[in-house]
């Protein structure tokens, strides 16, 4: 299947702790999701070479997870002009920096306060770079979440609504919000529009969009027959992103990250209530030692 991209649009694709990158150049270029924090720099950095010292006019925020926008503060201070647009549900915890409601508290992730000037309403058709392009709102994963579809070429940037092999973690359903069909309620659609190309929030652009809709269903189906499972594949999600942040912690300040974070609070209470909380988060840190995906040397957990 094709992936050819729509004239003026670029896509840096980035390590899984940061968000892909989407520049569609024109008259006004745009930059949709900007990163995680830790990769700032480098996001200011690859915007700059792409441009040739051309200003950045429009940053979008396709949700506000702190691997999407931890790269905006950075993006505000090199362009001072620089217009912001989130979606429209978070537009007031963004005005106030409510980090508890932004989920950077409830998560242990970093992300610089940033200011938020307008919002995408679901409906909308903007012209983005050299193209009009669709606002659809893609629930499940985030619940303001939004995507993009530029119809002439079929493209859609669809965050982590879905990826080339499943879907972000629905993180409503581990507080006890049921979101699992919202997942469904926003994969259909997206099956209506057929796109021919996927920009995904991680991995690499893919084009046979049928078979990614099938897998991410069938992961959809194993998850809802199964929640505890969804809970511990969170659990280590959250471990690694934190490793690939902070690569070597200390025991003492990995035992700290972990009691001091909400949603493995959370999950051990509403999921495995007898399991002890410390040994639970040992089982996960366990589970990622023996997958390969981390390591411990003496006296630290190391991120592999």
Request: proline letters at 6%; charged letters at 25%.
């Amino acid at each position: 299947m094709t992936t050819a991209l729509p004239s003026g649009v670029s896509v840096f694709e980035r390590g899984w702790l940061s968000s892909n990158n989407v520049l569609l150049d024109g008259d006004a270029p745009v930059l949709v999701d900007s990163g995680y924090v830790a990769h700032a720099a480098q996001t200011v950095d690859l915007v700059e070479r792409e441009l040739g010292g051309r200003p950045l006019a429009l940053l979008v925020n396709t949700h506000l997870h702190s691997d999407h926008c931890g790269g905006n503060a950075a993006l505000q201070a090199r362009y001072a002009s620089l217009h912001t647009e989130i979606p429209p549900g978070d537009a007031d915890t963004v005005a106030q920096w409510d980090e508890a409601a932004l989920s950077y508290r409830a998560t242990g992730q970093r992300c610089p306060r940033f200011r938020a000037d307008g919002v995408l309403l679901s409906g909308m058709r903007r012209r983005l770079g050299r193209h009009d392009w669709e606002v659809h709102s893609a629930p499940g994963h985030d619940p303001h979440s939004i995507v993009l579809f530029e119809s002439e070429s079929r493209t859609l940037i669809s965050a982590d609504a879905l990826w080339g092999n499943g879907f972000g973690v629905v993180f409503p359903e581990l507080v006890g919000e049921p979101s699992f069909d919202e997942v469904a309620a926003t994969l259909d659609p997206i099956a209506t529009l057929n796109p021919r190309t996927v920009i995904p929030g991680h991995g690499p652009v893919f084009g046979d969009t049928s078979a990614a809709l099938d897998r991410a269903r069938r992961r959809l189906d194993g998850l809802m027959s199964d929640p505890g499972k969804h809970a511990r594949h969170a659990f280590k999600v959250l471990i690694k992103f934190k490793l690939l942040d902070a690569q070597r912690m200390p025991e003492n300040e990995w035992r700290a990250w972990r009691d001091g974070t909400p949603y493995f609070q959370a999950i051990h209470r509403r999921f495995f209530p007898e399991w002890e909380f410390s040994a639970l988060a040992e089982e996960m840190l366990d589970d990622l030692i023996r997958s390969g995906a981390a390591k411990r040397s003496a006296g630290t957990i190391d991120n592999a």
